[in-house]
């Protein structure tokens, strides 16, 4: 029985990576949701926007490098990151205005336009290969390690290490403040309170006074900026390719759904909920466990319930339940 | 006789081909209750839409101090000084009391925003109470009441109401009409459709009896109820 080492192995193997992992989700499930609750169609094309965004942040990045600018010991792409956002909102109103508020205007049954936002993932995932391609870019610099391995161990004399990279660290509180920001702006603003009184029942909002366009002006720019930060965080976490952030939308969708659809506290929880279930589910507990149990009853498994490969599978097994058990998720969404 | 302060006159229109309302004339003046009964069907929630700009109409006019305001839309007409309570989904249910309140004066842009609240706490007392709770987890009276101050945050001139009491208790339904008269003594018209036609003929000044989308009947509450003709066809004798 090792105790200790069992659980820097569960903070390193489970905790730190479901924790930014779950960060990541969170900002992206966090626009999904917004958008389904004022313009009331869940966008397939989040995914992609998120990859657009991204793109544009590695471009200006490698600019800013060319130019000799960084950030120190944290990821040029922080710098970045402004300029990405404005490419996507700008992006995102584009797609609205050409596309979304033409069914907007016709009142299209919302499985038309979630239609209309496939073709739109499929428009923007050109796009991205065109301008970035299809291959595999790492863009993240700066200190890579918050808490190096080697440190933990001489530091603390245990066999296990216990790393935390910059990145990871980054994705937590970039998802903390823009969750605090967000809350504060739906809770406390006029302009966050119109949008939630737009989601809440459209005919009173317009009875109210309520401009429709604005709302959905600004839900797109505060869902784009999301998406922007969400992708650039993963990106700098693993690294950057298009067709990944496709995969995404399955567990960013389980999330949103898990926690309520429309509800942004429910995307949060239901974030790191899918997250610690794909860590779980896919970790090989080998290791933690033989600190735990003598070697000799563990046999040669490596006790993975599921190999990595398969980890989308585990947001569909949680829709699956979430949807069969309780449709309106935990926090009671449409 | 002058022009009335708000005034449907002649309205003709109705949602699809059909034409539900059949030059139907609906009018109130300041501080009165102006209510409209008869029987299901008879197109009475149809003409006070028409009245607040949800329906085209396609003869006829409606004027608010004497300004045509046929081709308004709703949102315009709020704009004028007309609040409208919905008779269905007239809250913000997952918003608490006070933000429905805000969420009424959204398009105002004074600073006395916070006075128009206290006075609608005055009104509905309990309202102050569960300010901070959600409109959605109120019984059935106090979401009307919560309907009635969210229009009434704008400061309207008019005050429609579609079916008020619907769904609400008989006790309820009595304190409800007592604070509509309580706003109706502040100088706001009402004009009101009710399905209690005797308890809203008490309290009308006037009353308009609709049967398929035309007037039938036109008096002051009052002489209505004593009406034998209308007692016994709408009031069950």
Known sequence: MDLLNALTAFLNFIVVPGLAYGSQLALGALGITLIFSVLRFSNFAHGDTMAFGTAFVILFTWWFQSMGITAGPLPTALLALPLGILITIAMVLATDRVVYRFYRKQRAKPIIVVIVSTGVMFVMHGLVRMIIGTSEQNFSDGARMLLNPQDFRAATGLAEPLAIKTTQAISVAAAAICCVALFWFLQRTRTGKSMRAYADNEDLALLSGINPERVVTITWIVAGALACIAGTLYGLDKSYRGVVYFSLLMPMFAAAIVGGLGSPLGAVVGSFIVAFSELIVTNAWRKIFSYLVPPDWLGDGLYQALSTDYKVAVSFGILIIVLLFRPQGIFGGK | ?237
């Open chain 2, 1 to 237: 006789m002058a022009e009335p302060f708000l005034i449907g006159e002649n309205m003709t229109g109705g949602y699809g081909a059909v034409d539900i309302l059949h030059s139907c004339t609906l009018a109130v003046e300041p501080g009165e209750i102006a209510v409209i009964v008869g029987p299901n069907g008879a197109g009475k929630s149809t003409a006070m839409k028409a009245v607040f700009g949800m329906l085209k109409l396609r003869q006829g006019s409606v004027r608010l101090m004497g300004e045509d305001i046929t081709t308004l839309t709703p949102q315009a007409r709020v704009r004028k000084g007309m609040g409208f309570v919905p008779q269905t989904h007239n809250i913000f249910t997952g918003m608490t009391v006070e933000e429905n309140l805000e969420m009424g004066a959204f398009i105002r842009e004074d600073d006395t925003i916070r006075d128009t609240m206290e006075q609608i706490y005055g009104l509905f007392p309990i309202l102050r109470e569960k300010r901070y709770q959600k409109a959605g987890e109120l019984s059935g009276g106090q979401r009307q009441q919560v309907a009635v101050g969210r229009a009434l945050m704008t400061q309207p001139k008019v005050l429609m109401l579609d079916e008020p009491t619907a769904g609400v208790s008989p006790i309820v339904m009595d304190e409800l009409f007592d604070r509509i008269i309580e706003i109706a003594r502040t100088g706001i018209s009402i004009l009101m459709v009710e399905q209690n036609a005797r308890q809203a003929l008490e309290i009308a000044d006037k009353g308009y009896v609709l049967v398929q989308g035309t007037n039938r009947y036109t008096d002051t509450g009052k002489a209505l109820l004593a009406d034998p003709d209308v007692r016994k066809s709408f009031l069950g004798g």
